[in-house]
């Protein structure tokens, strides 16, 4: 195998590795061929990295061949030939005519590269239910290649980057200062009468210029920071009102370098919490700690789950959604990797360098409250990525 | 017809009319009802904004139904009902176990949701190639739903959208000040030696604080600048690379206000620009003149897109891409609306308060130069939205 030129963080060798581990589950699945849409696996196995996940595009990878293929719309090409480690004979553009068009689908182009590489009677997997492969690109494959057996994959290559690599802790061991910084910044500058846009104007500058050392990435999710009656809706993205006095932020952000984040929430209050908004910290803090005493390898991810709702069901608190999920390398709308989720149900067993975002938030009906940690599983038990203090941060006003 | 209370910058009027105008456009395409995914189209016809269009969420419009029903995870209810004209009896949140499940699979939610609004055995359209609606929604649908007949309703709720009412306009008109604030703000930062990250940073910051009167919104699409031979690359990201001399950086970035976007985009040169460059310069703003000499009502989309290559191929110029879409409300992963493209064989004709992006770039082997314009269709011809020099830009070193 032989790789192009390329700007990527990682060596040869781990592109290999990764691709080899992708085929033996492709393999163990029955799969010949599988097409990659989500931009994150894209990434993974060719290095590739744009804002080009607006339109159409792939990664081809099929046992029969030694190395990806990058599929992608013609004025991409060019990034493809910067950003990957494929040769020119394996990056290969459709024409701009596909684009938003009602009468050619890109996937029809595709379609066509598939059976140029022999493989359209094939037993093709597909990432049935991820961002960027629509249920219009399903059909048009069905219509395109009557003879190819297309399987949903789910998310296998998502599986294959659950456990990293050392180059992997590596970046996120940087970003997790980028993480420090950003929090640090938040926390310095919300107060009464701070515009909630200024805030976060300031939040993402601080994240993307990283350190003197190095620079940040953009996050796949912005930065958030439901304030007062809003902390009950842990999704909503800022305005341009000011931060009001006696109510209780949650700032969620993340530190990104080379697309591989570590996320952190705190809550901030401005005034004088009330004092079940104190002891919901107490409480969360507590929960944290018994929920990371029981993560290390071997455990399962219910686990980790129980012992955080065994710590806050103490207290009479309750919160039914998922504690946490694997996090790294990602790209907008989601730096959740979707594949290990910290809730009952999930037997996923840890293992190190499994990479998690620990997010034990409580959303009660007007207000909210969030502490979370970036951990990773050592051989031992766990480390957080981050060195911040674990607490309700309060601000008198 | 009766709403409850929201904070979005609509009026109620302002919604009827939206759901009037896509009720409209459902029954010339014989569609009892419709299921919403893209995020800007729920926005568009609830007023909802979150950054939740990670996990599985639609709004369900049908034409016997008074108001359209907003679906989504339980931990976001509570956004919709902060931020959606909706009563809480049209708010229905499904439970966490769903959310990146090997099990449960949300779709089967609002199957359930679609037969208590006795809609299970009618015509239901889907966004069958929007982002967020996946390949395995469609499949899990129609398994779950065996009676119904769902149709491809493509755009349909983005056409509603392509026409601007006033209060639209209003808030792209503050977009464009953003817009030209930060462009200003990242050609006076851009120099060599400067590192990408950092004028990402204060590109970001500028115009996430907007203006003393009002903030800024994140954009769909984060700040663009590939630089030197990347420059042929459109959508590659900022790496901490400091620019280089004798280099070009084509600077892509949108104002947003309400989710509002004006972009624009400009070539700076840090150097002595090559006479080709200076020349491609002058084709780019001659050509942009002669499309923008056309736009106006009654004309084609084509149109523009004729009078534009006409004038960049005098001069021996192709660009085969389209050169414009049409743009203003979103979310990631893309600002333009996949409705009108200005290519040489989209036949929409142009109406006053459309609104586009004009995106005239040239990209040849190893540079590129981009000089746009969003714009609106006037009763009698075209305007700008910004006021900005068109040229490229030189900064010597």
Redesign the interface.
Known sequence: MEFGRN?TPFDKAEFEARLARTKARMAAAELDALIVCDPANMNYLTGY??????VHQAVLVALDLDRPVWFGR???V??AR??TILPDADITGY???H?????K?PMQALARLIEARGLSAKRIG?E????????????VLRQELPNARFE?A?VLVNWVRAVKSEAEIALMTQAARITEKTMRKAIDMIGVGV????L???I???????TTE?????PA??P?MPTG??T?????????EPFAAQAGTSIEIAGVRRRYHVPMTRTVYLGTPPEKMRNAADVVVEGIAAALAVARPGALARDVHAAWTRAIERHGLRK???CG?AVGLNY???W?E?TI?L?S?DETVLEPDMTLHFMPGI?L?DWGISISEAIRITPTGVATFCDFPRQLFVKAC
Chains 1, 2 share one sequence.
């Open positions: 700007n990295d744009g804002w080009s996940f607006y013609g004025q991409d060019n990034g910067l950003t024409s701009d005519d684009v938003q068009s009602t009468t689908h597909v049935a239910d991820s961002y960027y492969f629509t249920a219009k690109s399903l059909d949903d789910g515009r909630q846009c200024d976060a104007a300031e993402q500058a601080t994240a993307t210029r990283g190095y620079g940040g990435d953009y999710i912005v958030l009656v809003g009950s809706c842990p999704h909503i993205t800022w305005l341009d039914d959604s998922r999920y907008p709308p989601d959740g979707r989720s809730r149900t959303w009906d």
